[in-house]
């Protein structure tokens, strides 16, 4: 990955809790207490400098709103697919993702031999479901195989998912995803039902742990929370149905938060006109409204609360809509946080999410005060720049 030496001039920084007026130094990549003799100059003087957006819940594979076409389509295809997906979130201030249902080392490889823009690339290869879970993307009615796709693989048994979490963790997967409930995309699974048995969750959560990895779930229902958060999953995905006694459980637990709120509004709007399915289109009613509550509880409780987007196919342009949905269940400074330090925790890279010497030299520059002015953090025309270890992109 190229590095860049730029110092950044005049802008208020974000601190973690606030804007304070100072310069940014960036050292081959890396925030420096001096700048380096060489290094260009971006002069900010009456901006906002906050640190590169994380993403936390992003698929560079979701090519289509159909998931047997995200599956069986050929890869060739959603890779190329993906890399444009990767550089227009990069465009959008998103300098680190993580892929949670798919990806791989290919892709992962063509990141850092610079072959396109992209934001920093984590990826859990395909999630795991149980047949008839989540990640099983078969009708009903069909009568075909499938064992695996480019985003998600039905693995049964403990035995087997030993396997599959170690070779996910060979092919260098930063952390496994497991679908723990129903979902909206799927069609033959009641939304609220846990999936996966506890034997099952916690081989895979074992298998994790013992590698220095974690695990994250799909999971909507307080039911299927609290079965992962039982089995030691780190990270809950969506989580949209919870009441306050499993958002207290999570906080007692340690398990973060990772709403997606943007998938379920771009879904509510546009599904229709670009054919998602009346099963899905049903499914998505259900926990449309209830996300932001599921924010407002988890945020009381005391859990860490970060920021996904989930956006299948043609509705990825609706990843900065997340944003302002996020912020009308919190606030902006809040959310700020989420989409910085909760997230570069999450991950668990230090540095990642903040400004300071030794960071990364990701960054955003905004128009304007995002405490004061919200719509900043979620307007394109609002960036005045976008900056991946000190390179402006």
């Not at 998103?94 to 990826?123: K, N």
């Not at 209830?290 to 609360?305: F, M, Y």
Request: with cysteine; hydrophobic share 45%.
């Amino acid at each position: 990955m190229s590095a860049a030496s730029l110092s950044i001039t005049g802008a208020h920084v974000w601190d973690g809790d606030g804007f304070e007026p100072r310069d940014v130094h960036i050292v081959d990549g890396r925030v420096a207490s001096a700048p380096a003799s060489d290094a260009e100059v971006l002069d900010a003087t009456g901006g906002w400098l906050v640190p590169g957006l994380i993403d936390a819940h992003f698929h560079a594979y979701a090519t289509s709103m159909d998931g047997l076409e995200n599956e069986r389509g050929p890869l060739s295809y959603a890779a190329l697919n993906g890399a444009r997906r990767l550089s227009r979130a990069l465009q959008r201030g998103f300098t680190t993702v993580r892929d949670v249902a798919g990806g791989d080392i290919g892709l992962a490889q063509a990141i850092d031999a610079e072959l396109f823009p992209s934001p920093r690339y984590h990826f859990t290869g395909p999630a795991l479901s149980q047949t008839g879970g989540h990640g099983d993307p078969r009708s009903a009615h069909v009568d075909v195989c499938f064992s695996h796709g480019h985003m998600c693989e039905i693995v049964d048994g403990v035995d087997n998912l030993r396997v599959a979490v170690r070779e996910r963790l060979r092919t260098g997967s930063h952390a496994i995803k497991v679908m723990a409930s129903g979902g909206v995309f799927s069609l033959t699974d009641p939304i609220r039902i846990p999936q996966y048995s506890a034997d099952e969750l916690r081989a895979v959560v074992d298998e994790a742990t013992r590698r220095g990895s974690y695990v994250c779930a799909h999971a909507y229902s307080s039911e299927a929370v609290q079965h992962a958060v039982a089995a030691g999953v780190r990270s809950i995905e969506h989580g949209n149905l919870i009441d306050a006694a499993t958002a207290s459980l999570m906080a007692e637990a340690g398990a973060f938060l990772v709403p997606t709120l943007a998938a379920y509004d771009a879904m509510d709007r546009r599904g229709t006109e670009i054919g998602l399915n009346a099963v899905s289109l049903a499914k998505n009613t259900e926990v449309l409204t209830k996300g932001q509550d599921a924010v407002r509880l988890a945020h009381e409780a005391g859990v860490r609360v970060g920021f996904g987007t989930d956006l299948m196919g043609d509705l990825e342009d609706d990843q900065l809509a997340g944003i302002r949905l996020q912020i009308e269940a919190s606030s902006a400074a809040e959310t700020l946080r989420s989409m910085t330090a909760v997230n570069a925790e999450l991950i668990g890279d230090e540095a990642l999410g903040h400004l300071t010497a030794g960071a990364y030299g990701d960054a955003v520059l905004l128009a304007s005060d995002p405490l004061a002015d919200p719509s900043a953090l979620w307007r394109q025309d609002a960036r005045t720049a976008v900056i991946r270890a000190g390179a402006v992109v």
